[in-house]
């Protein structure tokens, strides 16, 4: 009879969110509006609706089932199944069934006592130095929910949490290699960052591990790590604008505006288009692709000049 799915396969697969498919397959979302943009494909739309359209590719379709389908190049039979193997939430679902969007709330629930997997990977892959992670933990910018993801938390001047990003600390079969995600109804200019100081400069980051890379690497005083988790105009405006409200009840003044984000395509475009914008600022780009990649090539060569010592 060939290769089949049943009846309650395609319908259980036809109730997931196309939103909450991708985000359970650790694919990064950026909230645009009424619809959402991948970072990767910025010609690719998908909306509140679970309407998708990849303009590029001049397709579209409703759901999860066709999205799979077209984004991993799958059959209807291998589409169903990758989408029913996820681990969805319906948050997306119900948020269409409103059509309104919530107010942040941060799912404390969610958290366990102790952030052994995020600092372990945070430590060991990605090369952070325990003294930062430890930081993090302790002002309560940084913790594990019960699936072993770590959230980097989004506090905004008075110290409210308003959003976050979620960082997997396991290993899957996706472009980036973990899971990834923005947490829903998190605010839509806001962004995880750290103060060193009294912060008279802002860098501006695409993700929270790259802005804690370059503070490992540089050690800058006085100055506001932001991320944007990834490149939005309204959260690096938005970012500017805080730091100069909180300057001037200081009594101080915006010295410099840094812009750090990748060294790609993308990131050129991203700066390019603000240079209509800003006459003042400075970008500090990383080596490799991103400061990531910097503080780990850095590591390893410190590493082997010290094996090279020893001998």
Same mark, same amino acid.
């Given at each position: 009879?060939? *290769?089949?799915?049943?009846?309650?396969?395609?319908?259980?697969?036809?109730? /997931?969110?196309?939103? *909450?498919?991708?985000?359970?397959?650790?694919?990064?979302?950026?909230?645009?509006?009424? @619809?959402?943009?991948?970072?990767?494909?910025?010609?690719?739309?998908?909306?509140?609706?679970?309407?998708? @359209?990849? #303009?590029?590719?001049?397709?579209?379709?409703?759901? &999860? $089932?066709?999205?799979?389908?077209?984004?991993?190049?799958?059959?209807?039979?291998?589409?169903?199944?990758? /989408? #029913? &193997?996820? *681990?969805?939430?319906?948050?997306?679902?119900?948020?269409?069934?409103?059509?309104?969007?919530?107010?942040?709330?941060?799912?404390?629930?969610?958290?366990?006592?102790?952030?052994? #997997?995020?600092?372990?990977?945070?430590?060991?892959?990605?090369? +952070?130095?325990?003294?930062?992670?430890?930081?993090? $933990?302790?002002?309560?910018?940084?913790?594990?929910?019960? +699936?072993?993801?770590?959230?980097?938390?989004?506090? *905004?001047?008075?110290?409210? $949490?308003?959003?976050?990003?979620?960082?997997?600390? +396991?290993?899957?079969?996706?472009?980036?290699?973990?899971?990834?995600?923005?947490?829903?109804?998190?605010?839509?200019?806001?962004?995880?960052? /750290?103060?060193?100081?009294?912060?008279?400069?802002?860098?501006?980051?695409?993700?929270?591990?790259?802005?804690?890379?370059?503070?490992?690497?540089?050690?800058?005083?006085?100055?506001?790590?932001?991320?944007?988790?990834? +490149?939005?105009?309204?959260?690096?405006?938005?970012?500017?604008?805080?730091?100069?409200?909180?300057?001037?009840?200081?009594? &101080?003044?915006?010295?410099?505006? $840094?812009?750090?984000?990748?060294?790609?395509? &993308?990131?050129?475009?991203? /700066?390019?288009?603000?240079?209509? @914008?800003?006459? #003042?600022?400075?970008?500090?780009?990383?080596?490799?692709?991103?400061?990531?990649?910097?503080?780990?090539?850095?590591?390893?060569?410190?590493?082997?000049?010290?094996?090279?010592?020893?001998?």
């Amino acid at each position: 009879m060939g *290769d089949r799915v049943d009846k309650e396969e395609v319908r259980k697969a036809n109730d /997931v969110h196309v939103l *909450d498919y991708l985000h359970a397959k650790g694919e990064s979302l950026e909230r645009q509006g009424h @619809y959402y943009r991948h970072p990767e494909h910025d010609s690719l739309v998908i909306k509140d609706s679970g309407h998708w @359209y990849w #303009n590029s590719r001049s397709k579209g379709g409703y759901g &999860a $089932i066709s999205f799979a389908r077209e984004y991993n190049d799958m059959t209807f039979q291998d589409a169903v199944r990758d /989408v #029913n &193997a996820q *681990d969805s939430s319906k948050t997306f679902s119900r948020e269409s069934e409103r059509h309104t969007t919530k107010e942040f709330e941060y799912p404390l629930y969610h958290e366990v006592e102790k952030q052994e #997997n995020i600092s372990t990977y945070l430590i060991n892959e990605r090369k +952070l130095d325990p003294k930062i992670v430890s930081a993090l $933990i302790r002002k309560d910018l940084l913790a594990e929910d019960k +699936l072993k993801n770590g959230i980097f938390k989004w506090r *905004d001047s008075e110290g409210k $949490i308003v959003g976050g990003d979620k960082q997997g600390t +396991l290993k899957m079969d996706n472009k980036r290699k973990t899971f990834k995600q923005i947490m829903a109804n998190s605010k839509q200019d806001g962004g995880f960052r /750290v103060d060193i100081g009294s912060p008279n400069k802002i860098a501006i980051f695409e993700s929270p591990i790259d802005a804690l890379s370059y503070f490992e690497l540089k050690r800058p005083e006085h100055i506001r790590l932001l991320s944007m988790s990834g +490149l939005k105009d309204q959260t690096a405006t938005a970012g500017v604008r805080d730091l100069i409200k909180d300057c001037k009840e200081r009594g &101080a003044v915006v010295e410099q505006v $840094i812009f750090a984000v990748d060294n790609d395509a &993308a990131g050129q475009q991203f /700066v390019e288009r603000w240079s209509n @914008y800003l006459t #003042n600022f400075e970008v500090d780009k990383p080596k490799n692709k991103d400061w990531n990649m910097d503080l780990v090539e850095a590591k390893r060569f410190t590493k082997e000049k010290a094996v090279e010592i020893e001998r």
